[in-house]
T-cell receptor
């Protein structure tokens, strides 16, 4: 089955710790994205990557970092510098040549206390 | 200032009613507008509307893009309790550089009462 997997589904961390969220896709898509969703806020773009070893900041990149060493994988690290890390994180992928639809993973709900 | 605005933010109707959800946008180089349905987890794709495809229909759901008014509507007829979800509108801009991500509205939380 082709799709996007995110792990874990729920993640709990103490304030001050870095945490890495996993995202893997087997859709052979070149582009991958990370979004953050807060209640009543819709989805906001954190980082995106159109090709391996290259990525760009989205609208709310501060306090986050990413890597794209493989086409299939785009992990997101939530650093201790992120002031409000508790949120629902969604990973997506798509082809590069638009117009295009993005396919979403099931999400990771991160709670930092 | 929000580039994509959805209204209403929440809506409660009875099963069998018809609903219309609105989305307006303000972007520099519009390429497409997408509608997604989200039921507690991953958004699932409903429609993509572009300058060459301004009307889409699938069963009880339909959507229209108004390029002049920079807006779109999503219609759901004969609503069912399974239509209860958050409906997200997103816009893609043509930056010339490929896939740059989508700009989402805040969503419309639709509740269908039996």
């Amino acid at each position: 089955d082709g799709g996007i997997t995110q792990s874990p589904k729920y993640l709990f961390r103490k304030e001050g710790q870095n945490v890495t969220l996993s995202c893997e896709q087997n859709l052979n898509h070149d582009a991958m994205y990370w979004y953050r969703q807060d209640p009543g806020q819709g989805l906001r773009l954190i980082y995106y990557s159109q090709i391996v070893n290259d990525f760009q900041k989205g609208d709310i990149a501060e306090g986050y970092s990413v890597s794209r060493e493989k086409k299939e994988s785009f992990p997101l690290t939530v650093t201790s510098a992120q002031k409000n890390p508790t949120a629902f994180y969604l990973c997506a992928s798509s082809i590069v040549a638009g117009p295009y639809e993005q396919y979403f993973g099931p999400g990771t709900r991160l709670t930092v206390t | 200032e929000d580039k994509v605005v959805q209204s209403p933010l929440s809506l409660v109707v009875h099963e069998g009613d018809t609903v219309t959800l609105n989305c307006s946008y303000e972007v520099t180089n519009f390429r497409s507008l997408l509608w997604y349905k989200q039921e507690k987890k991953a958004p699932t794709f409903l429609f993509m509307l572009t300058s060459s495809g301004i009307e889409k229909k699938s069963g009880r759901l339909s959507s229209i893009l108004d390029k002049k008014e920079l807006s779109s509507i999503l219609n759901i007829t004969a609503t069912q309790t399974g239509d209860s979800a958050i409906y997200l509108c997103a816009v893609e801009e043509n930056s010339g550089g490929g896939a740059d991500g989508l700009t989402f509205g805040k969503g419309t939380h639709l509740i269908i009462q039996p």
